[in-house]
């Protein structure tokens, strides 16, 4: 490989913050041409993130740091298999929905708001110190405040509002446990905070933890995730769902399986899993009562974040099989959410309802975006051969391998649940359409081929599984 | 710093928090939330900065620089959230106007 | 046998999976491409399946085999079993495929009904050539999935109901299959299909043994109908009739029976399932289900579900053969897995005819029908005595092997079940015909005959008289009975 290509490929962490940041500024500076640097730049950091992807399948984890000065003065990033998972998840996802967004007035900030959480969320997946994993949730957390807020309309902004407050205190109380973990351990970089232990690590631990959990819509601080999600456009819900909300569970993961893993709380580490069993309920229970189909997929959200909470303790027990599971669920989940909540949007748009009484004939009038959902059902219930399958496969696997076999059972229960909410919601789709309306198919737009393609992404990965995993597993915990 | 100025210091720190997040139960509106959410966060940056000077000595640069980013952060975000009143207080005064209209 | 034959298992689903992903994306006026389309690859399946039969009868092995993910793997084979439902659901699907096209020929959405239909043969490939425990559950849910949208096609509410109780029976099901095949991965690793049973599996405990099996039972029993897990399938009558034809007659009740025979036959083994003392309960279960469905059947007004009831109760015989230790009851037992398949779809043929041409939905509708549609009636005798078990009718067969079985190894008690069966099937069946060929028509028959058209009537005659020779020829080396002994002797054998 020559030389120029072995400088691109260092340098690659810190391009895949930068690119998306100046174009966060560029769009700014120069709405006309957002859409145009929005599709350029999309490429370019799905390229970079699939390069580094590839990277770290072949030669391991790799590091960078920043301007040449070492922590902990100077910002470190890491990516190993996890992160630059995520990463690639993320750019596909940002690439895609981001070419369906369509602001309400060209000079909005939209797009800008739009990459600067992309390059928010490369920044708290690569960081490798718990501080500037801050500055990435912050800054993810004004952008996304700002994508809820972009319709412009009373429901958007109080749920905008609402989110903001979530996300402030969430960031205060992380703010809070890193200074703990600070004062006590004397560094704030993952690395050197594999030997904590003791009381103050402990305390921070669970400080941090409750602020990610806030931020990320866990059961029984989720409040402010169904009118977000709901009201957001459709293309910036898909994101929300898809990766925002994940980037807190990325971090809950790193500091429970990997950083803090030696702070003894493997009591606490049940707690969470049992926070996660009630997510899994309280998420399909009201799933089960709301009348729009935005809201069903976006209580749907809090359940399936139960699983990815759920493995925490599994995390901390089975290691890299748990590990292996839960990433394909998280990206899997991200697929099918993306392609519904996109689905979902052009029920919207072309029928001004998207309540669950009006569905009837929905398959016969827009067969690709019930196909999508349909799809995206599959893999959020967890049915062969959906990449959801595959995940929950391994982990039962993992709960049976370290003889924790009540956890297999509520997985394969989580799954009869989603099922039921998920059918009750839309089997109304298969009705035939009232008399008076035309049953034939309408020209499917971008949007709903889009949509379908996104959740066969997420049944793709059922086969795809294999990849998918040594590529997490990569460099990540033993 | 003495060490009765850490204890002065992290006291003050953590009754700004108290106040913050009594204030943030208490609240009944957006504004009021936001304000209680401001004074937690000086709180928490306050006992951040008893932190540093923790041993005696210099104080710890890198925590301040931690809290210097916190206020940067805050002060954002706080812009954020009033502009968001702003527009909804907008929203609302024409759709009072309209309703004396119609 | 070079690389591409190796792979006929895969081309075998590939085939009727390609068909319907093309057809989903047909424009609905498309109606003679997707013919087309459809019987192109109906008869090109059948061609392959011919050709992987001829290779298993001398003595060729197939197997396809690709891993997932953490020692999960993918693996397709042709045995002696998958061969018998094989080539018996692409037989029936091209005959299905025809009476579909002539049956739903001014409905809406054909492009998606057909779709689906191919997707649902592929499912059923899929489970008769499953080589391991993961891939039978893979293409089992697959199953439930594709046909789901054919059950609510119509899209009345009744469609739409009968389509959740459906899904939430049959995926109930597919839990209790996932659990139990979780289980035993996690205690065993890959959990293959091997002749007589899995080594590997004797090792484990016998309550895990014990409970695996129930749990795998149950999952598959619910998609065979076994009671008290049968309550969607006459509710799903309400689907249209090629739908009800084939999936109720071939495709998902008898994937659900198959299943129920790969446990017991290559999982567990019989002698040891026999050992465990399993076989007793299930065949108790499923003498309970025959006669409980026949005398359901029996109170029922309407043809379809009258029908239905049937299904219920005739599936179980193949359960009823398989639990039965003893190499004779398992012969009527497989054999049964044809001749019901012959013969129940006929039925529904001859009932979706009636139903299209003269509107007759009712028991009480018949009179006379006989003069009115000679050659649909015709081929409704023949496969209602095949049903009730006249000699020399296919259905007769059967029954005389369980019977003369179960007597072998001194489980006297089925001969009863099986006789009582008999009358209660007389019951219901013989009334319809009398009616049919005995009794005045309500108004005076129309000159010209009603009788369907060829499209429609093709099928049933083609089924009606592969279920006569079943039973006539039965001796043969072709027949479906002979083709059971190997499978059994493969089983029981030394």
Redesign the interface.
Known sequence: MGTTAETLLAHLPIAIIVIPLAGAVACFVLPRAARALMAVLGIAGTVASGWLAADVLEHGARGYVVGGWAPPLGIALHADGLAAALVALTAVLMTVCGSLARPRRSGDAFFTSWLFAWAALAVVFLSDDAFNVYVGLELLGIASVALVASPGTRPALHAALRYLAAGLTGSLLYLLGAALLYASEGTLSFAGLEDAGGAPAAAALAFMTVGLLLKCAVFPLHGWLPGAHGCAPAPASAVLSGVVVKSGIYLIWRLWSDTLFGVPADAAANLLGALGVGALLWGAAMAWRAERLKIVIAYSTVSQLGYLVMAVPLLRTAGVEALAGVMLLAAAHAFAKAGCFLAAGAVLARRRSDRLETLAGLVSQMPIAAFALGVGTVSLVGLPPSGGFAGKWLLIQASFAVHAWWWAAVFIAGSLLSAAVLIRALAPAFEAAPADCASRAERAGASEWTALAIALGALALGPLAGPWTSLVTEGSIP | MTSAGFVIYATAGVALIGAGAFGLARARDALRRIVAINVAALGVLTTMVALAARGGGEADPVTHAMVLTGLVVSASATALALALVRRMAHLRGEEDADGHDG | MTGLEAMLPLWIVLTSLLCGVVIFFLP?ERAGLRTAINLFGATFKLLLVLVMLAGVEDGQRYAFEV????G?VFALRADALSMLFLTLSAVLWLLTTVYAVGYLEHS??RS?FFGFFSLCVSATAGVSMAGNLFTL??FY??L??VTF?LV?H????E??AA??IY??YT??G??AV??AT??L???LGPVDFFERGLPALRTLPEPVLIGAFWLLIAGFGVKAALIPLHGWLPRSMVAPAPVSALLHAVAVVKAGAFAIARVIYDLYGIEFAEFLGVLKPLAVIAGMTIVYGSARALSQSELKPRLAWSTVSQVSYIALGIATFGPVASVGGIAHLVHQGLMKITLFFCVGNLAERLGIHRVDQLAGCGRRMPWTMGAFTLAALGMIGVPPFAGFVSKWYLATGALAVGEAWVIGVILASTILNAMYFLPLLHAAWFLEPPEPSTPESAEAPAMLLGPPLVTAALALAAGLFAATSLSPLSWAEAITAEEYGP
Do not use: F, M, Y
């Not at chain 3, 891993?67 to 953490?70: R, S, T």
């Not at chain 3, 119509?154 to 509410?157: E, H, I, L």
């Open positions: 609905e891993p997932v993910v953490a999960l809406q959405g998606r559950l893979l849910e697959v439930t999935l949208p609510v119509r899209g009345t509410p469609s739409v389509g959740r899904l939430a995926l109930g597919g839990a996932l659990l979780a289980w991965h996690a205690l």
